[in-house]
């Protein structure tokens, strides 16, 4: 046997060894100053931090008047009030994301009407699709998006060149996703019913489309409008009102 | 044979020196692979002087008692049972019964060398 290596297997072994006994002394011998205050010391110093306590106490408090102080400020200058304004004005133009209750319609290619060597329709004749959101619109729908396509009051639906366009966003791949938001759980339902027993279905089935529509949920999103919106015809009123 | 004592105080040195603290939850398993290091440290020195040394069997020998004895506790804990202790009065046993042995042969060395001396 080679006695270097085994002494070298040793001095690694109680090299370990000694290494693992000064970590658990180490960690034996954690608080390194004993604590040797009596009893009265102890409530000296409890008192003293209750003293601190007190007063941070105070100073969160005084804080937090000023900080709702400001806040009521904030909420009452003009600049909030515009900015509400604002807002609510872009969620009625359609540019923010919409969250709530609504139905979700696909609409598909009649699979069963598939005969060999035709090929089945990809797209959707605008007219169908006008009909359908203006259907929609009655029964009030608040936001609809069409393909990931939002809908808004200048959204403009039309075929150019056998090619249905929505805003320049193409309808090519069918099934597409209509989805709808409404005001409140109820109306939703409301508006699945009659999505069942609308013509609208049977319009889409003549042109080899199947219109399906989903149970009502409480969570859908419609995404904002993307495209920049052009004014043309408007114009901002003068101060003063001297037009 | 001086050796592993250096390294053994290096290792203290060391370990001293990287201050490295492990969670009070967790000194019962270096306590208890501390023992079983040293149990099998002995056995090895027991066995070299014995002549019957397998550095095979010393090696595995450390990692596996070490392991064993960690998890021996870790079932303890959660069973509900101390069962770090079977494994404490098992090493604790062989600790001494290593050591002993190592002394009887230390000593019949040292006789029989004192022996060859009054003789030469």
């Known amino acids: 046997m080679d006695r270097q290596k085994v002494t070298l297997r040793f001095t690694l072994i109680s090299a370990l060894i000694g290494f693992m006994i000064a970590v658990q002394f180490q960690t034996v011998t954690e608080p390194k100053v004993r604590d040797t205050r009596d009893i009265w010391q102890l409530r000296e110093a409890l008192l003293k931090e209750k003293e601190m306590q007190y007063q941070l106490l105070t100073e969160i ?49 009649v699979i069963e009407d598939i005969k060999l060597g035709y090929t089945p329709t990809s797209t959707v004749p605008p007219e169908l699709l006008k009909r359908l959101v203006n259907e929609l619109n009655m029964y009030q729908a608040e936001s609809i998006s069409i393909d990931g396509q939002r809908i808004i009051n200048t959204t403009v639906i039309r ?30 339902e409301k508006l699945y019913n009659r999505m069942n027993v609308s013509k609208a279905k049977d319009e889409f089935f003549t042109e080899s489309l199947r219109l399906s529509v989903t149970k009502p ?14 004014i043309r015809y408007m114009e901002s009123v003068k101060e003063g009102g001297g037009s | ?39 099998t440290l002995f056995g090895g020195i027991r066995a070299y002087l014995q002549n019957i040394y397998d550095e095979k069997v010393f090696v595995s020998g450390f990692f596996f008692n070490i392991i064993l004895a960690a998890s021996l506790a870790f079932l303890g804990v959660h069973l509900g049972v101390d069962l770090y202790l079977a494994a404490v009065f098992a090493f604790g046993v062989r600790l001494f019964q290593n050591i002993a042995v190592i002394r009887r042969i230390l000593l019949t060395k040292w006789s029989t060398n004192k022996e060859k001396l009054e003789k030469s």
Do not use: C
């Open chain 1, 61 to 109: 408090r005084s804080y937090e008047e000023k900080l709702s102080a400001y806040e009521s400020k904030r909420k009452q200058s003009k600049e909030q009030a515009l900015k509400d304004t604002y807002l609510e004005l872009k969620q009625e133009t359609g540019l923010t994301e919409v969250k709530g209750p609504g139905v979700t319609l696909e609409i598909e290619p």
């Open chain 1, 159 to 188: 075929d150019i060149n056998t090619e249905t366009k929505i805003d320049g966003h193409t309808i090519k791949d069918l099934p597409i996703e209509i989805k709808v938001i409404v005001k409140d759980f109820a109306t939703a």
């Open chain 1, 217 to 230: 949920s409480t969570e859908i999103t419609v995404p904002a409008y993307e495209n920049p919106i052009r």
């Open chain 2, 1 to 39: 044979m001086w050796l592993p004592v250096v390294g053994l105080i290096a290792g203290i040195v060391l370990g001293l020196l990287t201050e490295i603290r492990i969670p009070d939850e967790y000194s019962n398993y270096l306590s208890i692979a501390v023992l079983a290091a040293f149990d």
